[in-house]
């Protein structure tokens, strides 16, 4: 039993929608952290990383989520250093 891999459209759209999470998402962590809301920043954080427990995307566009993750984190070390 072999799973078929996604249409073109459907990884677009699979790839869109975990953007927009990580969008939404690091935005959120950033508002709390800046407010002093550890705690909650941390809970918006594991939302934008469990993002990245995917198996619906391709190599290509999962690399693509793996950096927009990335820069997320290094704007918020730039931003404390």
Same mark, same amino acid.
């Given at each position: 039993m072999t799973a078929t891999q996604p249409s073109v459209e459907d990884q677009g759209k699979f790839l869109e929608d975990a953007l927009g999470v990580v969008k939404v998402q690091s935005?959120?962590? +950033?508002r709390c952290l800046d407010n002093n809301k550890l705690m909650d920043g941390l809970k918006h954080c594991s939302t934008m990383l469990s !993002? %990245?427990? /995917?198996? /619906? %995307? /391709?190599? +290509?566009?999962?690399? !693509? %989520?793996?950096k927009c993750t990335f820069v997320v984190f290094l704007n918020l070390t730039l931003s404390w250093a």
């Open positions: 935005f959120q962590m +950033k !993002e %990245l427990r /995917t198996s /619906t %995307l /391709t190599p +290509k566009n999962y690399y !693509e %989520l793996c």
